[in-house]
T-cell receptor, first 115, second 113 residues
């Protein structure tokens, strides 16, 4: 199965700044998903990123706040912009393997604390 | 740090068969436990979660899971599966004191009509 390298694993950031999270996969994948888990809650999907097209954002998430890049089939970034303490969460990327059907795996997550 | 083991990589059942997917975790402290489902081409959906209280948790689509603390287990069950339950299922653990989230490797369920 695919291996995902997600970084940074954690960061503490000042409010008003931005952080870019990277997700690198060791094989080509079609779909990549970005999730957020706020403290004490389950995962929430932020957006779905397909290579060569704009990311599709879920209700409550906008591109200006969470810009996503998907330059190729093995890499994606999520930026958390103009951060506030409410953005303190775990951010996870997940990929669907290019072979289609089943096969999903997750990055190890980025724990973000905004102070 | 906590870790999660899902015992079955791929389960194949006929419709109306009963389902039990195993999930064990390793962590000595308080945990929150989740089961997610992912259908092909779709994102994760939460099936059920356990935070505290009754260890038998009922979720959507007829799924339930039982938290057995002494066995560090949180197995997912459904008495009668349907073809539409064909999907990948993930167990996840969130340690209560540090908010790290860990997923199991997933179990692919195929239900034959």
């Amino acid at each position: 199965s695919a291996v995902i390298s997600q970084k940074p694993s954690r960061d503490i950031c000042q409010r008003g700044t931005s952080l870019t999270i990277q997700c690198q996969v060791d094989s080509q994948v079609t779909m990549m998903f970005w999730y957020r888990q706020q403290p004490g809650q389950s995962l929430t999907l932020i957006a779905t990123a397909n290579q060569g097209s704009e990311a599709t954002y879920e209700s409550g998430f906008v591109i200006d706040k969470f810009p996503i890049s998907r330059p190729n089939l093995t890499f994606s970034t999520l930026t958390v912009s103009n951060m506030s303490p409410e953005d303190s969460s775990i951010y996870l990327c997940s990929v669907e393997l290019a072979r289609g059907g089943y096969g999903y795996t997750f990055g190890s997550g980025t724990r973000l604390t905004v102070v | 740090a906590q870790s999660v083991s899902q015992h079955n990589h791929h389960v194949i059942l006929s419709e109306a068969a009963s389902l039990e997917l195993g999930c064990n975790y390793s962590y000595g402290g308080t945990v929150n436990l989740f089961w997610y489902v992912q259908y092909p081409g779709q994102h994760l959906q939460l099936l059920l979660k356990y935070f505290s209280g009754d260890p038998l948790v009922k979720g959507i689509k007829g799924f339930e899971a039982e938290f057995i603390k002494s066995k560090f287990s949180f197995n997912l069950r459904k008495p009668s599966v349907q073809w539409s339950d064909t999907a990948e299922y993930f167990c996840a653990v969130n340690a209560d004191n540090n908010n790290d989230m860990r997923f199991g490797a997933g179990t692919r369920l195929t239900v034959k009509p």
